[in-house]
């Protein structure tokens, strides 16, 4: 586009202008239209009158655009701008701009077309000298190859995965790896999971070029492509097991995650990694010729078969895993399915052990939780203690007053939950012979034994309570202590 163009370089030195006219004799062309373009490229060019009077200075213009030169250069000469013709020279510098955009336009495609011309030319005599020298396509090249690759994959590329990861913490174009909200090193990163199954899948298939060289009809022919393939399938597969391996690592990290949120991801990442070793087994085998979908067609026979024959046992391995993602009771938790009750001891794939009241162990099918209604005791925030005390009949006008002072002492007592329900003490029957009071209470999570002193703490001092205002225990049937 340059060659097209005319430009005239001209000197206020007459002695130069006139060697450069005899030394350039078709650098002065008369094109008016070419020179605006060439200057709406170049605006700075002509409007500095200061540039083209300097003796020795060069400036390009034409003949035909001397007019416009003195009017611009007359214009940036002066001494006040215009305010009101801002918005015109606002709208040349757009046309301007976009004149030099397809100015460039042009450039790029004048400079590959350029290209391309050279590399037809040369073409023909690099695969000349190719043929003249065998030892350069059969030696040098593989081994400038492989030279070339294990430069990439241990020197630039580690390089170039951790600029893209300063890049992607600062901005959100690209992946980074932080889900969890904050900054993620290098090491735990996407990027940083990429690094070596990368690095090695590049170092791989540049020393395979060793292997053509030394055998280029057999290993080219019939290994390399499976090789990549397969190489290509397992890098991926390590990835997604170093990324995947990096995201559960720092959630398992944070210090406000729950106990069964916890138990959950490391279910997720077990079964996470058998799906990748199945789903990478089964592509690499595919990629190695082996018929992997006529192998499924043929086991998905033979499973149907195999489920009718041991539907029991997938039902307890089936409901194994929905409770492994689920999860609802953890090892330690104490139960009630049905009419089953005890403390989880055990979980496997298809049964649970129990270890009822009576401290034996029960097992129990995996398939009973899918379908019963489960009671998990331990994690409850409180428990409801209700409590019945029988009084004599003759007693009954001092009930208000002990009713009053039990539910002081029940709200003063440390171990009552008092989140939800205020603790109540009230007359709930009369018979002819006793009266009951009827007490509850929410008592706070807390172990088996504590929860069995801390009952007994509460009928003790009930019991002083009523014997300080007069009153005695009747002979009724009494109904004990309740826990729900």
């Known amino acids: 586009m340059f ?18 006219r005899k030394t350039n004799p078709v650098s002065v062309l008369p094109s008016t239209s070419s020179t605006l373009r060439f200057r709406s490229i170049f605006p700075f060019v002509s409007l500095s009158p200061v540039l083209r009077h300097q003796p020795g200075l060069l400036s390009f213009s034409s003949k035909a655009d001397k007019p416009v030169e003195s009017e611009v250069s007359a214009a940036s000469g002066g001494a006040g701008v215009d305010v009101s013709n801002g918005g015109v020279i ?23 077309e350029k290209a391309k011309e050279v590399s037809n030319k040369l073409k023909p005599h690099v ?40 890049y992607a913490i600062q901005t959100s174009v690209l992946p980074s790896g932080s889900l969890l909200g904050n ?27 060793i292997g053509m060289m030394v055998a280029p009809s057999t290993i080219a022919s019939q290994y390399v492509t499976q090789a990549w393939r397969g190489a290509a399938i397992l890098s991926c597969v390590w990835f997604f097991y170093r990324w995947k391996t ?44 082996v018929a992997v979908q006529s192998i499924l067609t043929v086991g998905g026979i033979g499973g149907v078969a195999t489920a009718f024959a041991a539907k029991d046992i997938l039902g307890n391995v089936l409901s194994g895993l929905s409770m492994q993602f689920s999860k609802p009771f953890s090892l330690g938790d104490t139960i009630k399915a049905g009419s089953i009750e005890g403390q989880v001891v055990e979980m496997g794939l298809t049964n649970t052990t129990l270890l009822n009241s009576e401290k034996f162990p029960v097992l129990v099918p995996n398939s009973l939780f899918s379908s019963q ?25 001092k009930v208000p007053q002990i009713s009053d002072d039990i539910k002081n002492m029940l709200r003063s007592n440390s171990n009552i939950f008092l989140g939800k329900e205020a603790p109540y003490c009230f007359l709930s029957h009369i018979d002819s012979y006793y009266a009951e009071l009827t007490i509850g209470c929410n008592l706070r999570r807390m172990s088996k034994d504590e929860i069995y002193s801390a009952q007994q703490d509460i009928l003790l001092q009930s019991v002083q309570i009523i014997r300080k205002h007069g009153a005695k225990l009747g002979s009724g049937s009494f109904q004990g202590t309740t826990t729900q």
């Open 3 to 20: 060659m097209n163009t005319p430009i005239r370089v001209a000197a206020s030195d007459p002695l130069a202008d006139t060697c450069f």
């Open 90 to 112: 606002g709208n040349d510098w757009i046309d301007k701009v976009k004149d030099a955009w397809h100015s460039a336009e042009d450039v790029l495609g004048y400079t590959g």
């Open 127 to 166: 695969e000349q000298l190719l043929d003249t020298y065998p030892y350069l396509k059969d030696v040098v090249a593989p081994v400038g190859f492989t030279l070339t690759g294990t430069i990439l994959a241990w020197v630039v590329l580690p390089r170039l995965l951790r600029r893209f990861h300063n």
């Open 183 to 209: 900054q993620v090193p290098y090491e735990k990163s996407f990027w940083g999971a990429l690094e070596d199954p990368m690095r090695y899948l590049i170092t791989f298939m540049a020393f395979s070029q």
């Open 246 to 289: 990096n995201l559960l690592a720092r959630a398992l990290a944070t210090h406000n995650l729950a106990g069964t949120d916890r138990e959950k991801l490391l279910t997720l990442d077990r079964v996470s990694s058998i799906g990748l070793f199945v789903v990478g087994l089964m592509a690499l085998a595919e990629a190695c010729g």
């Open 373 to 397: 209604v489960i009671v998990n005791k331990s994690r409850a925030q409180w428990r409801a203690v209700v409590t019945k005390i029988p009084l004599e009949i003759e007693g009954l006008d």
